[in-house]
């Protein structure tokens, strides 16, 4: 079947007796078979950390996500809440509570420094106001103004401005029916 092989001669002969062949060589798989795993291992563990991040930054975005969500609807709540109080109905009724009352007519000063108007003191237009009643466990305190007349005449309210029932000077109808100020280069 198969022929022996012819004996090698010279220079063949010699190299043949340096490296000795007894069938293939186990020595020369070796390091490729350790390459191979070791390419294949340090993959498989690349891949395993690289799913191992994507994971944390899917878990991190749905967490902001829903961090962001929470905070739209408190900011969405909060806009709401500064909307109903800067209603003008809410405004004055919050205005009355302080003890404020409308201004009267306003006066403007040209750029020349005239006075256009006239200046008017504001005062508690007349409104039905419930009577105070002391309660049984307030004492009169002693340095507590008189209840009665002021000095000049007139009742003074809660917030230090004359009754309803006081003169409410009338505003100036020239002031009223005045164009408003404009200023230079609008």
Same mark, same amino acid.
């Given at each position: 079947?198969?022929?022996?092989?012819?004996?090698?001669?010279?220079r063949a002969a010699r190299l043949a007796r340096l490296m000795p062949s007894t069938g293939?060589?186990?020595?020369?798989?070796?390091?490729?078979?350790?390459?191979?795993?070791?390419?294949?291992?340090?993959?498989?563990?690349?891949?395993?950390?690289?799913?191992?991040?994507?994971?944390?930054?899917?878990?991190?975005?749905?967490?902001?996500?829903?961090?962001?969500?929470?905070?739209?609807?408190?900011?969405?709540?909060?806009?709401?809440?500064?909307?109903?109080?800067?209603?003008?109905?809410?405004?004055?009724?919050?205005?009355?509570?302080?003890?404020?009352?409308?201004?009267?007519?306003?006066?403007?000063?040209?750029?020349?420094?005239?006075?256009?108007?006239?200046?008017?003191?504001?005062?508690?237009?007349?409104?039905p106001s419930p009577s105070p009643t002391p309660s049984p466990s307030a004492s009169p305190?002693?340095?507590? +103004? !008189? =209840?009665?007349? %002021?000095?000049?005449? /007139? $009742?003074? @309210?809660?917030?230090?401005?004359?009754?309803?029932?006081?003169?409410?000077?009338?505003?100036? +109808? !020239? =002031?009223?029916? %005045?164009?408003?100020? /404009? $200023?230079? @280069?609008?």
């Amino acid at each position: 079947m198969s022929k022996p092989a012819a004996p090698l001669k010279g220079r063949a002969a010699r190299l043949a007796r340096l490296m000795p062949s007894t069938g293939p060589s186990t020595a020369a798989r070796t390091p490729f078979v350790l390459l191979v795993v070791l390419l294949l291992g340090g993959g498989l563990i690349t891949l395993l950390l690289l799913n191992s991040a994507l994971n944390e930054g899917s878990f991190r975005l749905s967490e902001l996500k829903r961090d962001t969500t929470e905070l739209t609807d408190e900011q969405q709540a909060l806009q709401r809440d500064v909307d109903s109080r800067s209603q003008p109905d809410a405004l004055e009724k919050r205005a009355r509570e302080l003890g404020m009352v409308p201004g009267g007519s306003p006066a403007f000063l040209n750029p020349d420094g005239t006075v256009r108007g006239k200046p008017t003191e504001a005062t508690a237009p007349p409104s039905p106001s419930p009577s105070p009643t002391p309660s049984p466990s307030a004492s009169p305190d002693a340095d507590a +103004p !008189a =209840a009665g007349p %002021s000095a000049s005449g /007139t $009742s003074a @309210g809660p917030s230090g401005s004359p009754s309803p029932s006081a003169s409410v000077p009338q505003p100036d +109808p !020239a =002031a009223e029916n %005045s164009p408003p100020p /404009t $200023s230079p @280069g609008r």
